[in-house]
Nanobody, 120 residues
């Protein structure tokens, strides 16, 4: 079983910055991708940024140039640096990862979500 623990988030004024962190633990043999999604009540969960094991990064158009996803210093961690935040970035942010367990089974895991609120 793979678990994700998220940290960061909170309340910030427009133009400010926040950093989200996510750590994966459990029976992990390989992580193929880690990323962040966000969801506003009543809407679908949308992909914000993603990092693949091949080193590729993907960003939603709405966050390009403002958000940066990086591999953390600790093993199996990922951070999302969010700069120049806008009120429309307000959402619950979820960490997501997929890969292989130690027994070579594929997994897909989600964090519990962390609230990001940007005031105008």
């Amino acid at each position: 079983q793979v678990q994700l623990v998220e940290s960061g988030g909170g309340l910030v004024q427009a133009g400010g910055s926040l950093t989200l962190s996510c750590a994966a633990s459990g029976s992990i043999s390989r992580i193929n991708a880690m990323g962040w999604y966000r969801q506003v009540p009543g809407n679908e969960r949308d992909l914000v940024a993603r990092f693949t094991s091949g080193g590729r990064k993907w960003y939603a158009d709405s966050v390009k140039g403002r958000f940066t996803i990086s591999i953390g210093n600790a093993k199996n961690t990922v951070t999302l640096q969010m700069n120049s935040l806008k009120p429309e970035d307000t959402a619950v942010y979820y960490c997501n990862t997929e890969g292989l367990t130690a027994t070579q089974l594929t997994f897909l895991a989600w964090g519990q979500g962390t609230q990001v609120t940007v005031s105008s």
